[in-house]
C-alpha cells in the first residue's frame, strides 16, 4: 500500500468527458487505471453506492 494510505483516487475529466479511476496501490503507484466514460461504478469502501458516470459530466 502506499505510504499515503489512498488505496483509490477518481479524477474527473471534463474536458473530454470521461472518469479515470486508479486502485490497488504498490509502494510507489497504481497498478489498475481503469478510463470510463458510461456506465456506473462503486467507490472501494462504498460499495453499495452506485454513482452514473455520465451524470459526472453534466455541469
Excluded: A, H
Excluded at 474536458?15 to 462503486?42: A, C
Amino acid at each position: 500500500m502506499l505510504l499515503s494510505g489512498i488505496r483509490e483516487y477518481w479524477v474527473v475529466d471534463l474536458q473530454n468527458s470521461q472518469l479515470i479511476v486508479f486502485r490497488n496501490p504498490s509502494s510507489n503507484q497504481y497498478l489498475s487505471e481503469v478510463k470510463l466514460t458510461t456506465g456506473f461504478i462503486s467507490p472501494q469502501d462504498f460499495p453499495n453506492i452506485q454513482l452514473e458516470v455520465q451524470k459526472m459530466f453534466s455541469v
